[in-house]
């Protein structure tokens, strides 16, 4: 029943067995013990294991798998590159965007894949496109002030 | 040699250290966590709110591939496992103790709640765990429920507990009955309320998580759970349930993805994997999933209240009477019989001089889930009523709620309230004054006419809260009904090159103690932040704990790392005045150098530190080598931050749908030691007091005992989209007068803050269609009938 899936992950190319069933964030933590993507709820509504496929953000406990064969994945510990955080994790920091850190690897992949598609985010355009992950610390005040100001160091970096 | 610029990292938004791990997916959460030989558990847990147990058969599920073992009720019953504590005791009126059903760590006859544990199943995987539940039978005796809070009393409901009569847990009462009875007698005007504080789903997004294991080595447990007090929990588990001493049981609370209070209980998960991991030989590892957690982790709130306040003829409150009927759930919680009682009524003198309280608390066991304590426990529960009976006098005796709030306002300090508390100090007028100020009360006539000219109905409402904090002294809070002492420790251990180790017996779960207590340490020792390394949550390493609640960290855990720096500064000073060949009254210490005063003799921080290690030229004869010291604080009082809290909010009459337009915080923390950290704490707990207020609740099916509100699809958790941008300000603040930094604590303050300023701007703009009084959560759905049926009216 197993599958053979080969596929990217942060850039390295990962041939795997996976059974059918296996999720994709299962898949990430637990094949591949990359345990920065989170699980923080039972019905797609928390943001936690956020990742980006073929650099869109997606949820990926609602993927199999197997249905990232072929595809390039991006978790959270792709996003700094030799030791240099990326623009938006960067934002996270500088704003105090994170407390427990629980949802941060979600919020900041939602976040950066939001802001690589529409640089110039209104406040309350970002409000709305967080929809999809929650955050019980921070009120989401910092992290709303750090998706804006990683959007401008996005910017100001391509 | 000049002395170094005096370091000023006390009082400076320092980034924090703890970020960069977090940012690159490299935190370490329970679950993270994976032990050589991993099995994993998972829970069976009640379909019913009340049902006896008549047969589980566990046969096909036994022979289920990858199974390792199930265990259930009366297998932890035969082996003499204990039930869990409660940690507070409570008296009712009559002088007699509250009633403490047993709460075994799994159900055995009986189950009393949907969710509550019957076996655990552990396999080599998560799924086969899963697939071998689905094959254990189970018969359960149904029986009828008790759910609601306000008539769980009543007579003729079931009872939750055979041994409980009429399900009351306690009957408390505080204060003084006589005068607050007198004062109402003769009072001008008497303003009346009924307070719903709904029932509320803590919802940390990281869901509870233990990874146990047993040692056949040293005959010993190690248990990673996600929790905000390791020690408290190795205390509970070792001394009350399993019969261990503590030494055999090692409890880690690794990175630990926010708590709001649902993260203090010793819970039966908990228990169970540590006593199963013994029986199968293997760490066993068990997550919530985030239904369970909704069905498992401890509720907050659910008070029904009546509460009165009486006035005389020059607007001064002369008494309030309270009577609360509070759900402690199917089973007492570790700290649930305190929520409602000792950290409740002792803070409904609020900020004003009200000279007779009374209050009477009722506790009722339901087929619900445990309650207990929620971001503010019991404060967010008397500051909502405190708050709400001050602005609705206001409305009924037409004057300004502002006006009424400083004809009432405590001005001298100390204050001895007549609930038992003494504000040591405090400035409520400042914060009030600055408050409007940020929140352009003066302009909001303009803004509520133009409101007007859209077809909007705007409002404003205010709420200055007092919150105790600091948990506490441990004499009182023995006197009071606590079985454990509420102190912190910490240790300082300075290495041989002049680094720092703390080990403190506060924990982190997203407060970011790793860089508050490090900016503490290295002001104070003059050396460089980076430095000091902060160690938290393991009860193997650091000397004792009593953990994180109560907005306590920095006023109760940063008081004994500055204890202990106190000895390592002094024996550092002996050192120094060896080496300088001076007296240690000599030697003075600053930005990290020990100089013989008015001289230019100095030696350095690491000039000391390393000859403690290397005690080649060291008084031996008079003092041991090395600098490590431990100290244990006790708080004299409890701490009282305070604040003023605006929101303004615009309210669509078509569809009853409100927006909060501007909410402005101004809080008296006292010192500061990171004014970054300290307003995000207040950001979150904004969010959470806004969530109550407008979002959040907790519903069970009133007949059945079934959670309906049981996931984030049925349980309205605020997004970004539902929450306003604040404007918070850290007011210069009084400082606290008796901890060594001045600090009071800032955990819970929006939390318990906002509910009130939210309703009370709500019905203000309600007010000029006649409606009065509206219940939390202000949905659309509710603002719309409130509107419809005054009109109606």
């Not at chain 2, 809070?477 to 102190?487: C, E, H, T, Y």
């Not at chain 2, 720096?565 to 060949?581: M, N, R, T, W």
Request: hydrophobic fraction near 40%; glycine fraction near 10%.
């Amino acid at each position: 029943m197993a599958l053979s899936i080969s596929l990217t992950v942060n850039g390295k190319p990962v041939t795997a067995t996976v059974e059918p069933h296996v999720l994709l964030v299962q898949f990430l933590r637990d094949q591949l013990r990359l345990t920065g993507t989170h699980i923080g709820c039972d019905t797609a509504q928390c943001g936690a294991c956020t990742v980006h496929l073929d650099g869109r953000a997606i949820k990926s406990c609602n993927i199999l798998a197997a249905q990232a064969d072929g595809m390039e994945v991006t978790t959270i510990e792709g996003m700094a590159k030799d030791g240099q955080l990326h623009p938006m994790q960067a934002a996270f920091r500088e704003c105090h965007g994170l407390q427990c850190g629980f949802c941060t690897p979600g919020m900041v992949m939602s976040a950066s894949a939001l802001a690589a598609q529409s640089p110039n985010l209104s406040e309350e355009e970002v409000r709305e496109q967080l929809d999809g992950n929650l955050c019980r610390c921070t009120g989401y005040h910092n992290i709303v002030k750090a998706v804006l100001q990683g959007a401008q160091n996005m910017k100001a970096g391509a | 040699m000049n002395a170094p610029e005096q370091q000023k990292l006390i009082g400076a938004g320092v980034k924090r250290k703890e970020d960069y791990r977090f940012l690159t997916g490299a935190g370490q959460y329970t679950d993270d966590v994976v032990m050589p030989q991993q099995s994993y558990g998972v829970f069976l847990r009640s379909p019913h709110a009340h049902a006896k147990i008549a047969r589980i058969d566990m046969e096909a599920a036994l022979n289920s591939p990858g199974v390792i073992g199930i265990f259930i009720g009366k297998d932890m019953a035969g082996e003499n496992v204990g039930g869990l504590p409660c940690g507070w005791l409570i008296h009712s009126t009559d002088g007699s103790p509250m009633h403490e059903p047993p709460h075994p760590v799994i159900a055995h006859d009986k189950v009393l709640h949907v969710g509550d544990q019957v076996a655990l199943v552990v396999a080599e995987s998560v799924k086969e765990a899963k697939d071998a539940l689905e094959l254990i039978e189970v018969d359960y005796d149904e029986l009828p429920a008790t759910v609601d809070t306000a008539s769980a009393s009543d007579a003729g409901q079931p009872l939750v507990h055979d041994s409980v009569p009429n399900n009351v847990c306690y009957n408390w009462g505080h204060g003084d009955k006589a005068a607050t009875d007198a004062a109402f007698a003769k009072a001008a005007h008497v303003t009346t309320l009924d307070i719903v504080n709904q029932r509320l789903v803590p919802n940390a997004i990281e869901p509870r998580a233990v990874n146990a294991s047993y040692s056949k080595h040293d005959d010993s447990y190690t248990v990673y759970v996600a929790n905000q007090n390791p020690h408290v929990e190795r205390l509970l588990m070792a001394a009350f349930v399993l019969s261990l001493p503590e030494s055999k049981l090692r409890v880690i609370a690794p990175d630990v993805g926010g708590g709001f209070g649902s993260k203090i209980f010793l819970y039966p998960e908990d228990v169970a994997l540590t006593w199963a991991s013994k029986k199968v030989g293997r760490p066993i590892k068990w997550v919530a999933e985030r239904s369970e957690a909704f069905l498992s982790d401890a509720h907050g709130r659910d008070h029904v209240t009546k509460a009165e306040l009486a006035l005389d003829k020059d607007n001064k409150f002369i008494g309030m009477r309270v009577h609360t009927t509070a759900n402690m759930g199917a089973y007492l919680s570790t700290f649930a019989s305190s929520i409602p009682t000792v950290l409740y009524a002792t803070l409904l003198a609020g900020q004003y001089t009200t000279p007779a309280i009374y209050a009477e608390v009722k506790a009722v066991f339901t087929n619900t889930v445990p309650v207990d304590a929620y971001r503010g426990a019991g404060r967010p529960e008397a500051t909502y009523v405190v708050e709400r009976l001050v602005e609705t006098a206001a409305r009924e005796l037409n004057i300004d709620p502002v006006e009424l709030r400083r004809r009432n306002f405590i001005r001298e300090f100390p204050y001895a309230t007549p609930v038992g508390l003494t504000y040591d100090i405090g400035d409520y007028d400042a914060c009030l004054n600055r408050a409007l100020e940020l929140a352009d009360v003066a302009g909001f006539a303009k803004r509520r006419d133009e409101s007007k000219q859209k077809g909007k109905l705007r409002g404003i409402g205010y709420s200055c809260y007092i919150e105790a904090c600091g948990l506490a002294p441990s004499n009182v809070a023995g006197a009071l009904g606590a079985r454990a002492g509420l102190f912190e420790a910490g240790e300082v251990r300075v290495h041989p090159t002049g680094s720092v180790t703390v080990f403190t017996g506060s924990h982190s779960h997203g407060q970011g103690h790793e860089t508050t207590f490090a900016q503490v340490v290295a002001d104070r020792l003059g050396i460089a932040i980076e430095n000091v390394e902060i160690i938290h949550g393991d009860t193997g390493r650091i000397p004792f704990g009593m953990g994180t609640y109560g907005s306590r960290s920095i006023s109760v855990g940063g008081s004994a790392i500055m204890k202990a720096l106190d000895k390592v500064e002094a024996k550092a000073k002996k050192i120094a005045a060896h080496l300088l060949e001076a007296s240690a009254e000599d030697i003075e210490f600053t930005n990290g150098v020990f100089r013989v005063k008015g001289t230019d003799r100095t030696k350095s921080f690491v000039d000391v530190s390393l000859a403690a290690y290397v005690p080649h030229n060291f008084p031996l004869e008079t003092m041991e080598p090395g600098l490590n010291e431990n100290a244990f604080y006790d708080p004299t009082n409890f701490t009282y931050p305070s604040g003023a809290y605006v929101c303004e909010v615009e309210v669509d009459q078509d569809t009853g749908e409100t927006r909060i337009e501007k909410f402005t915080a101004v809080d008296d923390f006292g010192n500061v030691i990171n004014p970054m950290i300290v307003e995000g704490q207040v950001h979150g707990g904004l969010g959470q007091g806004i969530g109550q207020a407008m979002l959040e609740r907790c519903v069970y099916d009133d007949s059945t005992g079934q959670l309906l509100s049981g996931s984030f699809m049925d349980y309205a958790m605020p997004h970004a989209s539902d929450l306003p941008n604040f404007t918070v300000e850290t007011a210069k603040g009084t400082p606290c007068t008796h901890n060594p930094l001045g600090v009071k604590g800032c955990g819970e303050a929006g939390a318990i803050g906002s509910p009130p300023a939210v309703i009370n701007a709500i019905l203000d703009a309600l007010a000029p269609l006649g409606v009065k009084d509206l219940q939390m959560p202000a949905t659309p759905h509710r603002v719309w009938t409130a509107m419809h049926n005054a009109q109606r009216a």
